[in-house]
C-alpha cells in the first residue's frame, strides 16, 4: 500500500524557513493581486494567499477589477504596480474574461514581480537551467518528490499533460535532476500509445483534468503518483488517477485534495520572498 504523499506537512516546513526570511526583509514583501470579475475559483484562490500571506507577515493588496474592464485598462493597471517600488510581486488571478488576452497579460508583467514565473524572460531562465520563478505548481511537485528522499538521477519520469503552467517547467525541472523525461498530451491518448507510457514510469505526474484518466492497472509497482488534477464529480473532487487501485501499487501517491494542492499556495509566497531579494 503506497504512503501518502501530503502538502500540508512539506508546506509547514517550508513556510517556517519563508516566516524567517521575511523578518530579515527590512519591510514586509508586498504581494499584489488582481481580479477581474468575480469567478468563485479565483474567489477561493485569493482567500486561501490571503490566509497564508497573514500567516507569513506578507502583505496581501487585493485590486477587484470589474469584468468589464477592458484589456487596456488592465494592463495600465498592471504597469502602475510594476512602477510601485512598494509592491514585490503581481499575480493575476485566472480566469480571466474572454475579451482579455492572458497570454499578453503574462508579457506585461515586470519579470523580477512575476512571481508565478509566468514572463518569458522567467520561463527562458528555467529552460536555461538558470530558474529565478518557476510555475508555483510545477515547484509544489518538485517539493513533493523532493519529501521522499528518492533520487531522480536516471529515472522514467512521465509528464501526462504539457501545459505551460504544469507540465512543461515541470518537464524542464525533472530534466535538471536527470530524469529521463516522457511528456504525454492528448496526442499521445488520441495515438492510443498513453498506457504503455504510463506504464514505465517510476515516477509518474498527471496534470490533465479528466477524473479517472489513469487507470490503477497502469500503475507500475513501486512508483511515486503525484495526481494534480482536480475534478469535481458529484459534489466530490476527484484527480486524475483511480486512486483506490493505484494506491495498491505505487510507493508514494498524492492524495486528492490534500496533495499538491496546499503546497502551491506556499510556492507563490516563497517566489515572492525570492522577489522581494532581488529588488533590494
Ligand atoms: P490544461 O487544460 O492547460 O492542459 C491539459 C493538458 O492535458 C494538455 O496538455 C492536454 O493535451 C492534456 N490532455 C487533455 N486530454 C488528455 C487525454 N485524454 N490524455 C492525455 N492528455 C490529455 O490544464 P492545466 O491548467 O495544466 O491543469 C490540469 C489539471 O491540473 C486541472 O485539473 C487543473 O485543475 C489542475 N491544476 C491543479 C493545480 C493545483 O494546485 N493542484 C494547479 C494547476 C492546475
Known amino acids: 500500500m503506497a504512503k501518502l504523499l501530503e502538502g500540508r506537512p512539506v508546506a509547514e516546513k517550508i513556510k517556517q524557513e519563508i516566516k524567517i526570511q521575511v523578518r530579515n526583509l527590512k519591510q514586509a514583501p508586498v504581494l499584489a493581486s488582481i481580479m477581474v470579475g ?6 477561493s484562490y485569493v482567500k486561501s494567499q490571503e490566509k497564508t500571506a497573514l500567516e507569513l507577515g506578507i502583505v496581501y493588496k487585493l485590486f477587484q477589477l470589474d469584468k468589464n474592464i477592458t484589456e487596456r485598462c488592465l494592463i495600465d493597471s498592471i504597469l502602475e504596480l510594476n512602477a510601485d517600488k512598494a509592491v514585490n510581486g503581481i499575480i493575476v488571478q485566472m480566469p480571466l474574461p474572454q475579451h482579455i488576452d492572458s497570454k499578453k497579460i503574462d508579457e506585461i508583467i515586470q519579470p523580477l514581480k512575476d512571481v508565478e514565473g509566468l514572463h518569458p524572460e522567467n520561463t527562458g531562465k528555467l529552460f536555461l537551467s538558470r530558474t529565478r520563478f518557476a510555475s508555483c505548481t510545477a515547484s509544489a511537485v518538485m517539493e513533493l518528490l523532493n519529501s521522499t528522499g528518492v533520487d531522480l538521477y536516471g529515472k522514467e519520469a512521465v509528464v501526462v499533460g504539457h501545459s505551460q503552467i504544469v507540465g512543461k517547467p ?5 530534466l535538471d535532476k536527470f530524469a529521463t523525461v516522457t511528456v504525454c498530451h492528448i ?3 488520441k495515438a492510443g500509445k498513453l498506457e504503455e507510457h504510463v506504464k514505465k514510469a517510476e515516477v509518474l505526474i498527471v496534470a490533465v483534468g479528466k ?3 489513469i487507470k490503477g492497472g497502469w500503475i507500475k509497482e513501486g512508483s ?3 495526481d494534480v488534477g482536480i475534478n469535481k464529480v458529484g459534489g466530490k473532487i476527484l484527480g486524475d488517477v483511480e486512486f483506490e487501485s493505484a494506491q495498491k501499487r505505487a510507493a508514494y501517491i ?4 490534500g496533495g499538491v494542492g496546499p503546497l502551491t499556495v506556499t510556492m507563490l509566497m516563497r517566489n515572492l520572498v525570492e522577489a522581494a531579494k532581488l529588488q533590494r
Open 170 to 174: 515541470l518537464a524542464l525541472l525533472l
Open 38 to 43: 468575480d469567478n468563485p475559483c479565483a474567489a
Open 254 to 257: 498524492t492524495p486528492v485534495p
Open 211 to 213: 477524473a479517472g484518466l
Open 224 to 226: 511515486i503518483v503525484i
Open 187 to 189: 496526442g499521445t491518448s
